[in-house]
């Protein structure tokens, strides 16, 4: 069983895999002020199976040696980490490879695996996150902008009228009450955008490309955007793939 950790902003999600099958996803809060030993007693409370590998994405630093540190304690195997002495067999070329988030190395990876490229990948999570591998099979950068829970809570933080609303896409896009307009600002608005910045990109590069999007929040607007392929665990299983080129035989 290998376990792959993909660590966020906002929340940590556990992959196990078995056999090359995800199996079970968990889901951690990302608190940053938990201590390894905390966090062994939450991952140990979820996971029960023996563990034979794992692999760590962060994109919190403060927390990745702790995560590490949790999940030896917890199974006694050592995590790989995601960084630039791991090995991914993608061509990294931007202007600096070493300021590539691990959770879009991962997600490139996993959609790698799933189409062929060129290729766009759009990742709604605390930010979102749309990433180009080109028809060469190189990764050649993206767009990073507001996430839908940080346009909400702009939204509402700096709008004395306006109330808290959950996430959710509304029924019709002309909202006929405050809840409604919000949500249908908020959720078709990063649809509309996300289909956008894809037909942008097809048209700066000159081809078509295939999409796939993922993400905490990519559920909600999956229904919205144009020709894009649903893969809500996408980092989870680029890593399974970048842990299976580093495994030591």
């Known amino acids: 069983m290998i376990l792959c950790l993909d660590c966020g902003n906002t929340s940590i999600k556990i992959g196990l895999f078995k ?5 079970k996803v968990y889901t951690l809060k990302t608190d940053r002020n938990k201590s390894s030993d905390e966090y062994a007693l939450s991952i140990s409370g979820l996971i029960k199976q023996k563990i034979d590998g794992a692999i760590i994405s962060s994109v919190v630093p403060l927390l990745t040696l702790i995560l590490k540190d949790a999940i030896k304690s917890c199974f006694n195997v050592d995590a790989l980490i995601l960084g630039k002495k791991i090995k ?5 070329k931007i202007d600096n490879p070493s300021e590539l988030g691990s959770d879009m190395l991962a997600g490139a990876i996993g959609a790698k695996a799933i189409v062929p490229f060129p290729f766009i990948v759009a990742d709604l999570g605390t930010a979102t996150k749309l990433y ?3 028809k060469k099979g190189d990764f050649i950068g993206g767009i990073i902008t507001a996430g839908m829970q940080i346009s909400l809570k702009a939204l509402v933080g700096n709008t004395a ?7 959710i896409a509304p029924s019709k896009i002309v909202g006929t009450n405050t809840k409604d307009s919000i949500q249908s600002g908020i959720v078709f608005g990063q649809a509309y955008m996300v289909s956008e910045f894809a037909r942008r990109i097809e048209k700066e590069l000159g081809y078509e490309l295939n999409r796939v999007v993922t993400g905490g929040f990519s559920k909600e607007i999956k229904d919205e955007i144009v020709c894009f392929q649903y893969e809500p665990y996408l ?7 970048i842990y299976k080129i580093n495994e030591v035989k």
Do not use: S
């Open 19 to 23: 056999d090359d099958t995800l199996i």
């Open 88 to 92: 991914t067999k993608l061509p990294i």
């Open 132 to 134: 180009v591998v080109d």
């Open 161 to 167: 009228q306006l109330l808290e609303t959950p996430i």
């Open 235 to 241: 980092v989870l299983k680029g890593l399974y793939n």
